[in-house]
């Protein structure tokens, strides 16, 4: 690892920041900032220090700005201009994850001077490799640890670098940054500016936290679930950020309902219809979920490309026309018999709306899973972002509404 101390400060101090790290390491931005809020502006310092870089971001830039400052003043150089740094960039970006690079040395430098510089260094950071800038801070070589133990006192740092290293860029976004890791698996990697200036590093584990978090956010996020709640969330805090969601649930619920009731005659005269409306909406339901996870995870894997959502929309139209059709041949049978068993003569007409109803709503559904997340993603909004209500309301005004349009064609 980099840029972490290598162990925490002993004695009573020691356990402090073990016991302030343990506190905030599960916990959302605003309840980690309030467990902070009552420490010294040195202890937050030293505590943020250890944080994943996307979360000692969050955490500093929601205290107050005078608060901020004060914090910011009472961390070492390194750390307060890298954080600076890390906020200019956009969240979801490789910026946003930087830590420090502590090890920089000129290749120079000989083997010997270079072992003096890192004394200090490494007494109080896991450096795992050195890096080799000029002047400029352009980053030239990196330097393996390996290389200064078998290396001569007098050898320079030019004659053991590695030259032109790979290095990431800031603006990259996490998906495209984990595209290029994987390849990789460097333990860190090196991040610099168009003009090859290191401006900071990122940790293998570092990207893959984020990563991971970020999918496992998603389930949550699509049902109305705010990504900052986590199960230490005060069930006050739980309650702002979910029942809105509901409310607009309900709203949309209503849409689906009043479907329904425009077609109250239809249900008065023929009530076996009612017995397969939930049967329509779960099965349309399903297709467009397992729809939308397939697109959920084509956009955050970096999966999709540009001009390819017309395709992917085609491809989940005929998948749900395909199922919905096979799946509607057992559906309309069922309705056959059951209207059949009660002496209803439109028993054939009725195991035929439902085939038909089930394959349209079928196909409808697939492309309503494809589509609310690419619609809510060109307009700027988290793709996953109550994308389950979406769909649910689109699948159940369209199952409901197809099913019951037909019935009253065919069979009434």
Known sequence: MENRFSEPPAGEAGRSYL??????????????????????????????????????????????????????????AEYREQWLRNHAYPEDSIG?????????IRPEQTVKETVEALRPIVQRALVTYCWVVDEQGVLVGVLVFRDLLFATPEQRVSELMVRSPFSLRPE????????????????????????????????????????????SAQAGTMVGVEREERLGTPWTRCFKFRHPWLQL???????????????QDTLDRMVVL??????????????????????????TLGEL???????????????????????GLTAGLGMWLLARSQGNPAAPQLGLVVMLAMAASCAVSGMAG????????KMGADPATASSIFLTTATDVVSMGTFLGLATWLAV
């Open 249 to 263: 649930n309900l709203v949309t619920a209503f849409v689906a309902a009043g479907v329904v009731g425009f077609y």
């Open 370 to 377: 494809a589509v609310v997340p690419l619609a809510l993603r």
């Open 19 to 76: 016991n302030l790290n343990e506190a905030i390491a599960h916990r959302g931005t605003r309840e980690a900032t309030e467990v902070l809020a009552g420490e010294s502006n040195e202890t937050i310092a030293v505590v943020l220090q250890e944080q994943n870089p996307s979360s000692a971001d969050a955490i500093l830039w929601s205290l107050d700005s005078p608060r901020r400052s004060l914090v910011l003043g009472a961390a070492p």
């Open 96 to 104: 946003r994850l930087m830590d420090p690079p502590l090890a920089l």
């Open 172 to 215: 990259l976004t996490i998906t495209e940054a984990m595209r290029e890791a994987l390849a990789r698996h460097f333990p860190v990697y090196p991040v610099c500016d168009p003009a090859g200036k290191l401006v900071g590093l990122v940790r293998g584990q570092t990207l893959f936290e984020h990563q991971a978090f970020e999918l």
């Open 274 to 299: 009612s017995v397969f409306l939930p049967v329509l909406a779960g099965q349309s339901g399903n297709t467009g979920c397992q729809a939308l996870a397939v697109a959920l995870r084509g956009i």
């Open 305 to 327: 490309q540009p001009g390819r959502a017309g395709a992917v929309v085609g491809k989940e139209a005929l998948l749900g026309t395909i199922n919905g059709l096979l799946v």
